[in-house]
């Protein structure tokens, strides 16, 4: 369970990135943040795995009281923590079960992680990643030989591979085209649903968002402005999240659907 008290993100430039969020995310749900580019949604995930420290209020992550952990408490809590970016972060000169198996040993510098030998219980176990996400027959493929969406599935195993109970996932889908995008969603899903990992993700594409997630925050200007269920969603809902530019956001989603 994740709980937001009160939580607040100044930068050290003093941009407030986040007022008074006040959330629970409880284990297994999938959650979509939406709202307008600059709204603060990938600080609201970062700060969930420490990659940003928060200013103010209280987070907890199942109990833990995320702003005083320390040193290797910090790494040993992110590893329950997967995380996804748009740009897949991989290595491309190398095979997608290399990539996997960098899980592994996360306090390897990455040159001995590549080099490094592995037992056979982690391959046999990024081979099962690979397994989860439909790519068991690319493992020893090299990275730069795979479409845009197999690379994000193979981001997908690596982060099944390290055993977490959260996935976040920061725009995941927004470099790839629109089937290619609800491929790489149909896996989320299924890691979602059957393995109980619950899901935040940081989404664009509002529509996809809201076919896939069951529930749906919405930030405008570093606030909580929707939270329900993806079900709830109306045009009046997504042009207050947008702050009245909704339909120009629809118009430039579109366009970019219709141009990939
Ligand atoms: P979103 O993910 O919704 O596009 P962000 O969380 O990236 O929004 O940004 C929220 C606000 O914080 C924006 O005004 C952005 O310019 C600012 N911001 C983001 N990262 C930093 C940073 N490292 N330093 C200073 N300001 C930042």
Redesign the pocket.
């Known amino acids: 369970m994740i709980q937001f008290m009160n939580v607040t993100k100044t ?3 003093g ?1 407030k ?1 986040l007022s008074n969020i006040n959330l629970t995310i409880k284990q297994g749900e999938f959650v979509a943040v939406i ?10 995930i ?1 700060c969930i795995n420490r990659i ?1 420290d928060i200013s103010s209020g209280t987070l907890l992550v199942d109990e833990v009281d995320v702003a005083k952990l320390k040193g290797r408490h910090i790494r040993k809590f992110r590893r329950r923590i997967g995380m996804i970016f748009q740009s897949f972060n991989l290595v491309t000169r190398t095979t997608v079960i290399n990539n996997v198996l960098v899980s592994f040993v996360p306090g390897l510098p990455l040159w001995r992680k590549l080099t490094g030998i592995f037992h056979k219980e982690h391959k046999i176990k990024a081979l099962e990643a690979l397994d989860k996400v439909g790519i068991l027959d690319k493992a020893f493929v090299r990275v730069d030989q795979l479409s845009g969406g197999q690379q994000q599935r193979v981001a997908l195993a690596r982060t099944l591979a390290q055993n977490p109970d959260i996935i976040l996932a ?1 725009e995941p889908i927004a470099s790839l085209d629109p089937v290619t995008a609800r491929i790489v969603m149909d896996d989320f899903q299924r890691i979602n649903k059957e393995m109980d990992i619950s899901v935040i993700m ?1 989404i664009h594409h509002v529509e996809i968002a809201l076919e896939y997630a069951d529930r749906v925050i919405g ?1 405008r200007k ?1 606030e909580v402005v929707f939270d329900g269920e993806a079900s709830q969603v109306t045009q009046e809902i997504l042009q207050e999240i947008y702050g009245g530019k909704w339909e120009a956001e629809k118009a430039e989603m579109e366009e970019q659907a219709a141009y990939v």
């Not at 709202?35 to 609201?44: I, Q, V």
Request: aromatic share 4%; proline share 0%.
């Open positions: 930068y050290t430039n941009t990135a709202g307008l580019s600059g709204a603060g949604k990938s600080t609201l970062r940003h920061d940081n930030i570093g």
